[in-house]
């Protein structure tokens, strides 16, 4: 098993987990009359331990894990703008908080059934996603919820 490998996949996780918070972040300063603020502001929170958690396996195993988000995950975010400014409301933002959290499972998904990757470093993946696991699920019945009521 490569340290080196591991230490990659971690920062890629890293990266991703960090464009989540900036998502949350974002989504709690935009919802309408700050309704879903308290689950955007907890999200992003619990996702700042994540980042945490495997930051300190990266460094562990002599990775230096990075700080910032991805470009990628900025243009994600002006879009979320733009359908909210477009009269999309809360329930764009949901719909972009879910497209987001899609993205981010199905990067963990693929470390966890990466079979170069080291039992140490599993676990902490594993650990790691039940958070994705919440937020992904959370977002989906919550973008349900809105869209039943109309």
Partial sequence: MSTNHDVSKLDDLIVTTIDSVRGYEHSARHADAGRFRAFFDD???ERRRVIDALSTKSRELGGTPAEYGSTAATI????EDLRRVLGGGDEAILSEIERGEDYLKEEFDRVLH???MSTGALGVVRECYASVLKGHDTAKKLRDLLQAAG
């Fill in 76 to 79: 994600h975010r002006r879009v």
């Fill in 114 to 116: 990466d079979e170069r």
């Fill in 43 to 45: 999200m992003a929170d």
